[in-house]
């Protein structure tokens, strides 16, 4: 699986954006897909995940309520809605896809390049 993420840039606090991965190479039918992200000098992290079969979706508690992960299962692609951004929002992106249920990046087999995402205060 290729994963390209694109879609990010700088906003306001308060503001929204929309990330997107695209994938070819195969369908996402039999993996899991999850957002993380990575801040400069700090660890890369978990955002939120989904099961492509059923699309049960899993957030980090600091995204809940405001970012929603979707899918458009006939352009085999995935989303990232960000609402209510703030400045600790500010991190490099990515799309991931395995084929467990994990929010450890170590368990992702196919990573995109990663997308910047920029809240100004």
């Known amino acids: 699986v290729q994963l390209q993420a694109s879609g990010g840039g700088l906003v306001q606090a308060g503001g929204s954006l929309t990330l997107s991965c695209a994938a070819s190479?195969?369908?996402?039918?039999?993996?899991?897909m999850a957002w993380f992200r990575q801040a400069p000098g700090k660890e890369r992290e978990f955002v939120a995940r989904?099961?492509?079969?059923?699309?049960?979706?899993y957030y980090a508690d600091s995204v809940k309520g405001r970012f929603t992960i979707s899918r458009d299962n006939a352009e085999n692609a995935m989303y990232l809605q960000m609402n209510n951004l703030k400045p600790e929002d500010t991190a490099i992106y990515y799309c991931?896809?395995?084929?467990?249920?994990?929010?450890?990046?170590?368990?992702?087999?196919?990573w995109g390049q990663g997308t910047q995402v920029t809240v100004s205060s």
């Open positions: 190479g195969r369908t996402l039918s039999k993996y899991y």
């Open positions: 989904a099961n492509w079969i059923d699309f049960n979706t």
């Open positions: 991931a896809a395995a084929l467990l249920q994990t929010m450890s990046p170590s368990m992702y087999d196919f």
